[in-house]
């Protein structure tokens, strides 16, 4: 149905969350989409963050580890969002939507991407009003509040998309660091091959492939 995945931007910090994730994309994947799930074809950065959990790992070597992470997490979540796929569904549920899938999403409506937003809480930041700054990012204002709601949301977003093309033309800085997100695609081979390891200093040779693109 489609020519790139969709983006399933949200949360994936507990268990309720990556079962939220991994509904919205079993949907999206039942109308005919394909779609790009963090948790299943992203870096597993939680794994990778627990590899240092070692009373043995020097103050330095966290810090390097922790910090080639964090720069490979940003530019892969950049390429994907603003290159490699074709729209967002942005998960809003929580306490306050998460941070870095806001920045996500608001990534995408500033590159012309449909966004299609879910939640089913009644959580909000203002009495029954969530944060404006956040559902504008839909342009409709809306939200779906069920799985089955979000196909159709999206194909109207997508229609709507093509009815009114938009090129995106990143700055260079922003396409510098789309171009590297793509090379740090290609690592997660060496991630798998890392967390299949037992040695914490696997993390190193991680490190230093990030280190070499100098993101």
Not at 3 to 17: A, H, L, N, R, V
Not at 78 to 88: E, G, I
Not at 130 to 137: A, F, H, K, S
Request: net charge negative; hydrophobic share 40%; aromatic share 8%.
């Amino acid at each position: 149905m489609t020519d790139k995945p969709i983006y399933c931007s949200g949360p994936m910090f507990d268990p309720g969350d990556l079962y939220d994730m991994q509904q919205i994309a079993n949907a999206l994947e039942a109308a005919g989409y394909t779609t790009y799930l963090p948790q299943r074809d992203g870096l597993e950065i939680g794994k990778m963050m627990d590899m240092l959990k070692n009373p043995i790992v020097e103050a330095t070597f966290f810090t390097r580890i922790v910090t080639a992470i964090m720069k490979a997490g940003f530019a892969m979540d950049m390429f994907q969002v603003l290159s490699n796929t074709r729209a967002v569904v942005f998960n809003m549920n929580g306490r306050v939507p998460d941070e870095g899938s806001v920045s996500e999403t608001a990534s995408a409506f500033i590159a012309g991407k449909p966004i299609v937003i879910y939640k089913d809480t009644p959580i909000t930041a203002q009495g029954n009003f969530d944060n404006p700054m956040v559902m504008g990012l839909s342009t409709t204002w809306t939200v779906v509040e069920s799985y089955d709601q979000i196909p159709p949301a999206l194909e109207q977003r997508l229609k709507w998309a093509e009815a009114n093309p938009y090129t995106f033309t990143p700055s260079p800085a922003l396409q510098e660091i789309i171009s590297k997100g793509e090379m740090v695609q290609e690592l997660r081979d060496l991630v798998h091959d890392i967390l299949g390891s037992s040695e914490v200093k696997a993390l190193e040779k991680f490190a230093e492939a990030v280190e070499h693109l100098k993101l």
